[in-house]
């Protein structure tokens, strides 16, 4: 995972610092890995033909040990609680399980929102974790105390939108890291059957052309698609060293169970599958048709 900039329990491969899934850092340690200091890597190759939106750092935003960002669905309303997304691996409370979700669990924790220079705008505070999970995806999405239209009343800043499609393979994206106030320029590689890192598998994860060399502290970064300017995965891991299926290597298994390993290339958790999961005054709604992601095995979770 690109570690969570703490040493937590991976030592943060995913999209962060140390050896855990990027964003897989501890909330009550943070601070960046050694890598932290290298500086973002030029852009790589655009897509064809797309009409690039201008990206900002606004409506990212920085967590203690990762990235995030306040978003929204296509049928969130101005008075709703925002939410902000990062990686479950990035959650205060320590990475989930596999076969682990967490729901409706309550956070005080706060998040720095950038403007668009990646400026800092601000502070929002959630009440709850709304869901975090690492399995099948690294998700969190936390519930603020505010609405979007008290943010954009007292800060300037709209959320990012949630792209209710499966993104496409060659599109030109960026990964906006609010925790670095860094962006990393590429485009979708193609998509992995399963990502299969320590403990931890993701179906139909995002692959990166080589351009976007993430790293710790980068983790739950939203993974903007240039032409739309709309969030279609949420950053969370690398192969770091070439190692097959372990911590902060993470390995490729395709339908036949065949593992490749693709060393210094970097993943995503597609978003998509966010939107069906979110109804009415913007609660997460694991019940809805259309909603895939995982769900709690027992009321033990929700505490």
Known sequence: MNKPLVGAVFTAVLVGTAAVPAAAVSDQAPAPDKRGAQAAPAAGP????????AVTFAGTV??????GSVVRVPN???????????NGHCLETGFPAPGQVIVD???SRSFTLLNASGGNAGTVRASKIAYGTMTDTDLSLYELTSTYRDIESRFGIKALDLDAAHPQAGRAITVASGYWKRMYKCNIDGFVY????GRWTWKDSVRYTSACQTIGGTSGSPVIDDATGKVVAVNNTGNEDGQRCTDNNPCEVDENGRVTVRRGINYGQQTYTVVPCVGTGNK????????????PAAAAERR
């Open 62 to 67: 920085a967590l203690s040990n990762c990235s």
């Open 105 to 107: 669990r309550p956070s």
């Open 284 to 295: 997460i709604d694991l019940s809805r048709p259309g909603c895939t992601l995982p769900k």
């Open 194 to 197: 399963r990502l299969k890192e």
């Open 76 to 86: 969130s309303q101005p008075t709703d609680p925002a939410l902000v997304m990062s």
């Open 46 to 53: 655009r897509a064809e033909g797309a009409r690039a939106k």
